[in-house]
């Protein structure tokens, strides 16, 4: 069975940084090969969620939201079947519940939520001032 299983939230200052975790297990022998997609999204309470970061598995090519883009960095370890978000220079916006989602569907974009058939429980992330 597939499992998606996030970790490395916390709580830091203004300024701080975090790295973020999403292991993946059960689809194939490398969890990985299987999804043609990943990404990170974020939600907090009265909002919706939010794709912050996608990840083209196959290919490595990465996307980010303008939100986060020079600050966040999405990157992956085939040798962990491990994900991982750096993020960087956290502000309090980006305080909110981070999720782990994989696809297995081909195509273009990466921001609508409905495409990821995986989901991690999520982690939380709280940036304070």
């Known amino acids: 069975q597939v499992q998606l299983v996030e970790s490395g939230g916390g709580s830091v200052q203004a300024g701080g940084s975090l790295k973020l975790s999403c292991v993946a297990s059960?689809?194939?022998?490398?969890?990985?090969?299987?999804?043609?997609?990943m990404a990170w999204f974020r939600q907090s309470p009265g909002k919706e969620r939010e794709a912050v970061a996608g990840l083209e598995t196959f290919g490595g090519r990465t996307e980010y939201a303008d939100s986060v883009k020079g600050r966040f960095t999405f990157f992956q370890d085939w040798d962990k079947n491990t994900a991982y978000l750096q993020m960087d220079r956290l502000n309090p916006g980006d305080s909110a519940m981070y999720y782990c989602a994989a696809s297995v569907y081909g195509g273009s974009g990466w921001r609508d939520s409905a495409r990821y058939k995986y989901w991690g429980q999520g982690t939380q992330v709280t940036v304070s001032s």
């Open positions: 059960g689809y194939s022998y490398s969890s990985f090969s299987s999804f043609s997609k």
